[in-house]
């Protein structure tokens, strides 16, 4: 086996790579990482330099691979260790850079090490941590995190020594509903009046909705979701990482897979909700509007995302990082995983600790929100 660790998804053969990923996870797919880099979302200038590892055999077949980046700060992680730096800095140690294996700006879980299913998943587990671990000793790397990692492979590298961390969102399960009502009637009576007032609220604004794929979306339409997107992130002072570039290349490369959420009135687009799916996964990224509307945040970026998975038989639906406010309209606590390694065994310590304590308190939280979802007791679950 040949290990290395390569500076752009271009220079990894597309076909051999999506082979190892045996699904249609859209986010591990060679052309949206590919489409990230050559439309310049991620680079080192922004803290996110692609370092993608590759795994070859003696023939010099991929038989394993990981999206990977070099960081040099934390930003469009979702998985926060602000503090882990701060304490680094204190002792007068550099927290950056680190190395990380995600996908960037999207907290959705899926694998970060992909497998040819031949292979001994957990011997090549072994054989990549020690790469990694050597391989940041040498340059002076501190520390390196796997985010939003599937459990299972969480499990395998808590077995080889990187500590696990557990963080909590919000999804919604699709229970076999065969329409929204039926969604609906899980509900305790106060709380779907509520649910359907908001939706009320937006059909009397007189705004109603359409769904796109992203090969129906022209260029100029492409322009205003991409006004909107920039909009919202700067309304709260955030960086708009994806570029116009990028939301056309999705229409064009991977078109199937990218659902785009209008929102009209009098046949004009006033939001939008930008979209993904696999066969079994909805997930909502993005969202924009023109002007304030009552509720019509609800209805864009979580209704009706909700009825599409309905009607097209999708199973759960992530809508994105952090909102409690999403469980009162139906989505369940779901825990998330990590895996992180440090090189300094003091701070691997001390952070072991901290690791422990906050999975009490994430579990404690998942049960306490639990208990205030909305639906009929008979229901929860």
């Known amino acids: 086996m040949q290990i290395q660790l390569v500076r752009s998804i271009l220079d990894i053969p597309a076909e051999a790579w999506d082979k190892l990923l045996q ?7 060679h052309s949206f990482l590919q489409g990230l880099e050559q439309t310049g979302c991620v680079h080192a200038e922004i803290g996110w330099q692609p370092l993608h590892l590759t795994v070859t055999d003696t023939q010099g077949a991929l038989i394993a691979a990981m999206p990977m980046y070099l ?36 907290p959705a879980q899926g694998p970060r090490i992909l497998f040819h299913p031949e292979t001994d998943e957990n011997q090549l587990v072994a054989t990549i941590s020690q790469f990694l671990q050597e ?16 459990k299972s492979q969480c499990e395998q590298l808590t077995d ?27 509900f305790s009576s106060s709380k779907r009046k509520k649910l359907k007032r908001e939706r009320r609220r937006v059909a009397e604004a007189g705004v109603t909705h359409e769904w796109k794929l992203g090969t129906q979306i022209d260029d100029e339409e492409w322009v205003a979701i991409h006004r909107l997107y920039r909009s919202t992130f700067n309304h709260y002072g955030n960086y708009p990482a994806l570029t116009l570039d ?23 687009m ?44 999708i199973k759960i639906f992530e809508p994105g990082a952090q909102g409690e406010h ?13 895996a992180h390694y440090l090189i300094n065994p003091q701070f691997r310590l001390a952070i072991a600790d901290f690791l422990k304590k906050e999975q009490q308190h994430v579990r404690m939280y998942q049960k306490r929100i639990c208990a205030t979802l909305p639906f009929k007791l008979a229901s929860n679950h």
Do not use: M
């Open 326 to 338: 999403k469980v009162s309209r139906g989505f369940e606590p779901t825990i998330t995983y990590s």
């Open 71 to 106: 960081k040099f700060n934390s930003f469009g992680e979702f998985v926060f260790d602000w503090s882990w730096a701060e304490a680094y800095q204190q002792q007068g140690l550099n927290y950056y850079p680190k190395l990380v294996s995600a996908v960037p700006f999207t």
């Open 246 to 268: 990028f939301f056309k290349y999705l229409g064009e490369e991977l078109g199937e897979q990218v659902v785009i959420i209008q929102a009209l009135r009098d046949g004009k």
């Open 160 to 186: 080889v020594g990187f500590l696990p961390r557990l963080g909590c969102q919000f999804h919604w399960h699709n229970h076999q509903y065969r329409d929204f009502q039926d969604f609906l009637d899980r």
């Open 135 to 150: 391989w940041c000793s040498r340059q002076k790397v501190e520390s390196c995190h796997l985010l939003f990692v599937l």
């Open 270 to 313: 006033v939001a939008a909700s930008l979209c993904f799916k696999t066969s079994t996964h909805f997930y909502g990224r993005y969202w924009g509007a023109k002007e304030h509307i009552a509720d019509l945040h609800f209805e864009t970026c979580y209704y009706q995302g909700i009825e599409y998975c309905i009607q097209n038989n």
């Open 23 to 29: 699904s249609d996870h859209i986010f591990l797919r």
